[in-house]
C-alpha cells in the first residue's frame, strides 16, 4: 500500500512569506501528526488532528497552524517566515489516536532566505 | 512533562562489530517506547516499539531492544552491524493514555559503522 506522501520536497521561501505543506496519510488512517526537525532542536512535535479536528499542540507560536479534511489529508501553514523556519518538516500517521505505530513520510524540506 | 535522553550522540564502530545505543525517558504513567532510524535525507522508518508484555523486542534489521521499568531505559543493540547500519537512531516515547499521538524524541545518535 502507499505510504505516506508529503508535498512539496524541497521548497525555498523568502522571509515573511508564508508556505503550506501538504500532507497525505496512509489510507485508512485518521490520525495526523507534524513534526519539526532542525540540528539544533532535533525533532519537535507541532500538532496531532484526528477526524478534522487538532488534537495536541506542541509549543510553537501561532505562525504554525494546520487543519485535517475529511479525507484525512492535512496541511500545515507557517506564515511570516522567520530563518529559523528552515527545518525537515515530517508528517506522521496512524490508524487511531493511541499510538502504535507512526508511519512517517519523507518530509518536505523548508528553507527560509 | 516526558523527556527522552539518548547518552551518545555519535557511536562509531567497526564493522562486524556490536553495538548497544542508549535511550533513558523520564515519566511517571504508562509509556510506548520506540527506535526509528533515519538515513540522510529520509523520513523515520520505525525499528521497533515496545508496547507492553515481554521487555525483550526484536524489530527488522536484526536489532533489538530491552524495556527497563526500574531504570527507564529502552536500549537498543545489534550484535554484529553492517556499513549499511550507518545512519541516525531516534528513541521516542508516547503516552497513550495523555498524549494521543504525541511522540517525544530524544536528540538522536549518529551510528557510523567503519570497514
Known amino acids: 500500500k502507499a505510504g505516506v506522501t508529503q508535498t512539496p520536497r524541497y521548497l525555498i521561501k523568502t522571509r515573511g512569506q508564508q508556505v503550506t505543506l501538504s500532507c497525505s496519510p496512509i489510507s485508512g488512517h485518521r490520525s495526523v501528526s507534524w513534526y519539526q526537525q532542525t540540528p539544533g532542536q532535533g525533532l519537535q512535535f507541532l500538532f496531532e488532528y484526528f477526524s478534522e479536528t487538532q488534537r495536541n499542540k506542541g509549543n510553537f507560536p501561532g505562525r504554525f497552524s494546520g487543519r485535517q479534511f475529511s479525507n484525512s489529508r492535512s496541511e500545515m501553514n507557517v506564515s511570516t517566515l522567520e530563518l529559523g523556519d528552515s527545518a525537515l518538516y515530517l508528517c506522521?500517521?496512524?490508524?487511531?489516536?493511541?499510538?502504535?505505530?507512526?508511519?512517517f513520510g519523507q518530509g518536505t524540506r523548508l528553507t527560509v532566505v | 512533562a516526558q523527556s527522552v535522553t539518548q547518552l551518545d550522540s555519535q557511536v562509531p564502530v567497526f564493522e562486524e562489530a556490536p553495538v548497544e545505543l542508549r535511550c533513558n525517558y523520564s515519566?511517571?504513567?504508562?509509556?510506548?517506547l520506540f527506535w526509528y532510524v533515519q538515513y540522510p535525507n529520509q523520513g523515520l522508518q520505525l525499528l521497533l516499539k515496545y508496547l507492553s508484555g515481554s521487555t525483550l523486542v526484536k524489530g527488522i534489521n536484526g536489532f533489538e531492544a530491552e524495556f527497563n521499568k526500574s531504570q527507564t531505559s529502552f536500549h537498543l543493540r545489534k550484535p554484529s552491524v553492517h556499513i549499511s547500519d550507518t545512519a541516525e537512531y531516534f528513541c521516542a516515547v508516547s503516552e497513550p493514555d495523555n498524549a494521543g499521538n504525541m511522540l517525544t524524541f530524544g536528540g538522536g545518535t549518529r551510528l557510523m559503522v567503519k570497514p
Open positions: 515519566s511517571s504513567v504508562s509509556v510506548y
Open positions: 506522521a500517521s496512524s490508524r487511531h489516536r493511541q499510538n502504535t505505530e507512526a508511519f
